[in-house]
């Protein structure tokens, strides 16, 4: 078994037992749902983010200069997966970024924090778990605004809610890969 699949076999298992629990609650989409993933009680944890941020860095495109997302959800992956990057090619290294909810009320009023970089340069967004891929949609249109490719968001988890998430990542031209489904979890 290689480093890949030793780390996915463990982060799922780590994800079943801290991340997720079945019951009745409300998302942030605004539905209810018998399942609940909390997955920053994985990925605040040293060796979930570690885990976390090998098997997202599989996923991002190989000419991407950055990653990103929305906040709260993709501050400690692009961190992680940055750092990651290093680990694997110390010589062309990914940049990380967060797009602000709102834009910051003081000084600049930037949406966007993070290192410039050049016009047009390709960047991914990462997410913790995908609903309806509301969050990763605006965060994308802000990178695009700024000048920025956006053409890929990854995930950890894909709830899978009737594919809307895949229907609405088509109309906005952007393609979706997980490491996981919610099915694996449950």
């Known amino acids: 078994m290689n480093l890949h699949d030793i780390y996915k076999k463990q982060l799922l298992k780590m994800l079943k037992e801290k991340a997720y629990a079945k019951g009745d609650f409300?998302?942030?989409?605004?539905?209810n749902s018998p399942h609940y993933l909390n997955c920053k009680n994985v990925i605040l944890d040293g060796e979930g983010l570690t885990m976390a941020s090998y098997l997202l860095l599989g996923l991002v495109e190989d000419d991407a200069k950055a990653v990103g997302g929305l906040t709260l959800g993709a501050d400690p992956l692009v961190s992680g997966v940055a750092i990651a990057s290093y680990d694997v090619d110390w010589h062309d290294t990914m940049s990380a970024f967060i797009v602000r909810?709102?834009?910051?009320?003081?000084g600049t009023q930037a949406w966007i924090e993070g290192p410039p970089l050049k016009a047009g340069a390709k960047v991914t967004i990462l997410e913790d778990v995908i609903t309806t891929g509301g969050s990763s949609i605006k965060a994308a249109l802000k990178l695009r605004e700024a000048g920025y490719t956006v053409d890929?968001?990854?995930t950890l988890v894909d709830r899978q809610e009737q594919g809307e998430a895949d229907i609405n990542m088509c109309a906005a031209k952007l393609e979706l890969f997980s490491v996981y489904q919610l099915q694996e979890l449950i």
């Open 26 to 31: 409300k998302l942030s989409s605004g539905r």
């Open 101 to 106: 909810k709102e834009p910051k009320g003081h």
């Open 152 to 154: 890929r968001i990854v």
